[in-house]
Nanobody, 122 residues
């Protein structure tokens, strides 16, 4: 499965953005998908994940503000980000695994696609 993240941009604190992760491959619906971010000088972290059965996980820092969803007909996973804060500024990436739980182990992924930059101004 190849992935392409898009939808980043510059937004003021309190604003919203929706990121898209478009996938190629007919088996996309079988995969769990995670959204990750990496801020300057910080390690990459998982912020939200969705299983093939649409179970979701969120990092504590984004709970109640971010919503992950998927449209298998479009081979796309979305990350709706509301009430954005300056600390949400980062490059956002998506990645996949058959098991949702494995998405939390960021170190297991050797390959990352091009991310999308989100900048939140104060």
């Amino acid at each position: 499965v190849q992935l392409q993240a898009s939808g980043g941009g510059l937004v003021q604190a309190g604003g919203s953005l929706r990121l898209s992760c478009a996938a190629s491959g007919s088996t996309f619906s079988n995969y769990a998908v995670g959204w990750y971010r990496q801020a300057p000088g910080k390690q990459r972290e998982l912020v939200a994940a969705i299983s093939s059965g649409r179970n979701t996980n969120y990092a504590d820092s984004v709970k109640g503000r971010f919503t992950i969803s998927r449209d298998n007909a479009k081979n796309t996973v979305y990350l709706q980000m509301n009430s954005l804060k300056p600390e949400d500024t980062a490059v956002y990436y998506c990645n996949t695994h058959l098991l949702l739980l494995r998405l939390w182990d960021v170190s297991r992924f050797a390959s990352w696609g091009q991310g999308t930059l989100v900048t939140v101004s104060s």
